[in-house]
C-alpha cells in the first residue's frame, strides 16, 4: 500500500475526527445552554410555585381562622339561643300579666269614668238645690228643749238674747257695745249661746252675725208676756 496514500487516509480521518468532535462539542454547548435556559425556567415555575402555594397556605389560615372566629361565634349564638329559650316562658307570662293589667286598667277607668259621671250628676244636683237656697247661709246648733230653755242662762246672757232679738241680727263687736263687755268676753258669750242652741248665725261674711232661733224668740215672747201679766 502506498504510503503516501495511507497518509492522506490518516489527515482526511483526522479532520473527520476534529469535524465529529467540534460538531460534537458545538451540540453539547447547546444542549448545555438549553439546559441552563430549562433550569433556570424550572427554577422560575419552582420559585413561582413556592410563592403560590405560600399565598394559598396564608389564605387557608386566614381562612381558618375566619372558621374559627365563626366556630366560636356560633356557640356564643347557640348559648344565647339556650338562654332566650329559657327565658320565653318568663317572657311569656309577663306579656300575658301585662295583657291582664292593661285589661284591669281599662276596667278601672271605665268605672272610673262612671263614677266621675255620678260625681258630675251629683254636683249638678247639688248645684241645683244650692241654687234653690236662701243667699244666706244659716247654721243651727242642737235643738232647744223648752223646760230647760232660760233656766241655765245668766243674767247676761238672758240680756244678750233679749239685744239680738230687739235688733234682728247682731255680729258679736256689735253685742259688745250694748252690753258694755269686752269684745273677747262677749264673743265667748255668743259662741257659747250658739252652741247651746240658742242662736243661729249667718256664714255669708265675717264676723258671723247672729240671730235668735225661732223657737227662742217665742218663748222670751212667752216669758215677756207672763211677766208683764
Known amino acids: 500500500m502506498d504510503p503516501d496514500a495511507l497518509f492522506i487516509g490518516s489527515v482526511l480521518l483526522l479532520f473527520f475526527a476534529i469535524a465529529m468532535a467540534a460538531l460534537y462539542y458545538k451540540r453539547m454547548k447547546k444542549v448545555a445552554t438549553e439546559y441552563v435556559k430549562a433550569k433556570n425556567v424550572i427554577g422560575d415555575i419552582v420559585v413561582s410555585f413556592n410563592k403560590q402555594l405560600q399565598r394559598q397556605e396564608e389564605q387557608l389560615g386566614k381562612a381558618s381562622h375566619r372558621i374559627e372566629a365563626l366556630s366560636k361565634g356560633s356557640e356564643d349564638i347557640a ?5 332566650l329559650e329559657t327565658r ?4 311569656a307570662s309577663k306579656v300575658a300579666d301585662a295583657l ?15 263614677k266621675i259621671s255620678d260625681i258630675t250628676k251629683a254636683q249638678e244636683e247639688i248645684k241645683k238645690h244650692v241654687s234653690e237656697i236662701p243667699e244666706a247661709k244659716i247654721e243651727a246648733a242642737i235643738p232647744i228643749r223648752r223646760e230647760h230653755a232660760l233656766a241655765p242662762l245668766t243674767e247676761t246672757e238672758l240680756r244678750v238674747l233679749e239685744i239680738i232679738a230687739e235688733a234682728g241680727e247682731k255680729t258679736a263687736p256689735e253685742t259688745k257695745d250694748s252690753i ?3 269684745r273677747e268676753h262677749t264673743a265667748r258669750l255668743v259662741k257659747k249661746l250658739y252652741e247651746e242652741g240658742y242662736l243661729e248665725r249667718s256664714t255669708e261674711k265675717t264676723p258671723y252675725a247672729y240671730r235668735v232661733k225661732e223657737e ?5 215672747k212667752k216669758t215677756e208676756t207672763e211677766t208683764k201679766a
Do not use: S, Y
Open 88 to 91: 320565653i316562658p318568663d317572657i
Open 180 to 182: 258694755g263687755l269686752t
Open 79 to 83: 348559648v344565647k339561643l339556650e338562654g
Open 216 to 220: 227662742m224668740l217665742k218663748i222670751l
Open 100 to 114: 291582664d293589667a292593661e285589661k284591669k286598667v281599662k276596667t278601672d277607668i271605665g268605672n272610673l269614668k262612671e
